[in-house]
């Protein structure tokens, strides 16, 4: 297609034979069409056969993770906060669809269940990070409520911030004070 679309004396006016006799040239197309495409879609295909739908769901999802990771590693990227919100909702949406909605509520119990086994110091930690987060909650209800005024009434939503909002208060109320 792209050939037909261009005018054939312009054609004519590429240096063909340069380009097809260049081994730096010929390289680069090797490596781009052999290496690159060719042997990483197959050996992605070999590591997909014994993955689960689950597994690869997951792997796939958390694309974006790695390769933001690896920029900030590797590049010195900053992050923002709008890197680190579709982190979280990319990380939440990958535990709904593997575990559900009790699944995830099944977690939060099993984490409260498990919070008298932890040694003191890190239960006081873990008050501090849980009263963060009860005011990161309470301040994200209060703006969840104003641009939700704004919004028509959808059900679902409201049920999700009621469960998270049962969650948070489960994991508060379990903690030793």
């Known amino acids: ?6 005018d054939p004396s312009a054609l004519q006016s590429y240096p063909w034979a340069e380009w097809l006799t260049n081994p730096s040239i010929l390289f680069s197309l090797f490596w781009t069409g052999c290496i690159t495409t060719a042997l990483t879609i197959y050996m992605e295909n070999k590591g997909m056969e ?3 739908a689950a597994e690869a769901t997951v792997i796939f999802a958390t694309e974006p993770l790695w390769g933001t990771a690896f920029a900030t590693v590797v590049m010195s990227e900053q992050l923002g906060a709008n890197s680190l919100i579709g982190a979280a909702f990319i990380m939440f949406a990958c535990f709904y669809s593997n575990l559900g909605m009790g699944g995830i509520t099944g977690v939060a119990k099993g984490i409260n269940e498990k919070a008298s086994e932890v040694p003191a110091k890190v239960q006081h930690q873990w008050v501090s990070f849980a009263g963060s987060v009860a005011a990161s909650w309470a301040s994200w209800d209060v703006a969840m409520a104003t641009a939700a005024e704004s919004l028509p009434d959808m059900d679902v939503i409201d049920d999700t911030l009621d469960t998270l909002n049962g969650i948070v208060t489960d994991v508060l109320d ?3 004070w």
């Open 1 to 6: 297609y792209g050939l037909s679309a261009i």
């Open 50 to 52: 014994t993955l689960s």
């Open 174 to 176: 379990n903690l030793p």
